[in-house]
């Protein structure tokens, strides 16, 4: 939450943007998200053709790296998106880490990431 | 189960009536339509929405995740949480569950007992791709989406948006519409080279963004409880 408020200079530079896009039609949306590559790479993952976990997580590592600096919010799901990833890898620390990180920033998730966390330490048949 | 979901004391004709103005009115921007009528979204007021894989009525097997990878943002940012998408599809498939049309059969409990969230988002998506029309290399993606309450099995709300390629070029394009396009797809053309994905991208935003007669805003906006 706090991380949002702080991300005031960079989503104001980004609504005077939009806002000059959409002068005379409707008010400048401000974003709540830094969405960036996230939806392109939501794509590549389901397409699973054109590129691998490994640079899904590479752009999405340095997406990240973006945020943090700008002090802007990951999106919802973003977290988890990257815990996906990481089992696909057979990484499961992290992709564990990831999950508890979509519960902590999105206690709305909790019923569900408590519901994956809880099938990864079963043991496997 | 889900068709006893979809029976609210509205007349679905009357919302059918109220989409096509949006429809319609999308691209002059100026005049709101009649007024969508919420009741149910009010009395519901969900946190979480859960996307289902969009079922594809369309010949494209893109449209289904083309459209699913781009849901997220036009909620999130009308204030709800969303349910992460590819998590949510590999639980289906491990759970047998492979296609939209049979995932769309899963009963609202079950929805709600495994996502915990507090509504489900239903697509179709009737149009996807080139050469619906006489007009040459046109792109054209169409979707509908019903947002359906998993505690209540009311309906919350439904509408439909359409983007094409052709909107773009047309002299009358002025507007909201044919700008939200350009912003778009000059955002999204470094990265994705398929150009239904972009228009996919428009139809999505234009279908579940707040908007006039869309979804209302959710507890994560600043504007919550305002419309």
Redesign the interface.
């Known amino acids: 939450m706090a991380a949002t408020k702080s991300a005031r200079p960079l989503t104001l530079v980004a609504a005077i943007a939009?806002g000059s896009?959409?002068v005379g039609?409707?008010p400048a949306?401000k974003?709540?998200?830094h969405?960036e590559?996230?939806?392109?790479q939501?794509?590549e993952?389901?397409?699973a053709d054109r590129s691998g976990p490994e640079e899904q997580l590479r752009i999405l590592g340095a997406q990240v790296e973006k945020a943090r600096a700008r002090g802007a919010a990951l999106?919802?799901?973003f977290r988890?998106?990257l815990?996906?990833l990481y089992l696909r890898l057979g990484r499961d620390g992290e992709a564990k880490q990831e999950l508890e990180a979509?519960k902590l920033n999105?206690p709305?998730?909790?019923?569900?990431m408590d519901?994956?966390l809880k099938r990864m330490t079963a043991p496997k048949t | 189960m889900t068709t006893s979901a979809f029976s609210p004391g509205t007349a679905p004709w009357g919302r059918l009536a109220a989409t096509l103005v949006v429809v319609a009115a999308l691209g002059a921007?100026?005049t709101p339509p009649a007024a969508y009528d919420y009741t149910a979204f009010r009395q519901n007021r969900p946190?979480?929405m859960l996307v289902l894989p969009p079922v594809n009525e369309t010949p494209e097997v893109?449209a289904t995740?083309?459209v699913?990878?781009?849901v997220?943002?036009p909620l999130?940012?009308a204030?709800?949480?969303?349910?992460?998408?590819?998590?949510m599809?590999?639980?289906f498939r491990q759970n047998g569950l492979n296609g939209p049309v049979e995932i769309h059969d899963v009963s609202p409990q079950k929805l709600r007992e495994?996502?915990?969230?507090d509504a489900a988002v239903y697509i179709k998506v009737t149009q996807y791709g080139t050469g619906y029309r006489v007009i040459a290399s046109e792109t054209r993606v169409t979707a509908q989406a019903r947002i359906v309450d998993l505690r209540t099995g009311q309906l919350l709300w439904q509408g439909d948006a359409t983007a094409s390629s052709s909107e773009g070029r047309s002299s009358n394009q002025g507007?909201?519409a044919g700008?939200l396009v350009n912003?778009l797809v000059t955002q999204?053309i470094e990265?994705?080279s398929?150009t239904s994905?972009k228009y996919a991208?428009v139809a999505s935003q234009r279908l579940l963004s707040h908007r006039n007669n869309g979804v209302l805003y959710g507890p994560?906006?600043p504007n919550y409880q305002t419309d």
């Not at chain 1, 709305?108 to 569900?112: A, F, G, L, R």
């Not at chain 2, 204030?79 to 998590?87: D, E, R």
């Not at chain 2, 495994?114 to 969230?117: E, N, V």
């Open positions: 939009m896009v959409l039609c409707a949306p974003r709540l998200y969405w590559a996230f939806q392109d939501l794509y993952y389901f397409r999106p919802p799901g988890a998106h815990a996906m979509e999105f709305e998730s909790t019923q569900y519901f994956l | 921007c100026a946190v979480s893109a995740y083309g699913l990878s781009q997220t943002l999130a940012e204030g709800y949480y969303v349910v992460p998408v590819s998590l599809d590999e639980t495994i996502f915990g969230a507007g909201l700008l912003a999204i990265t994705a398929d994905f991208g994560r906006s």
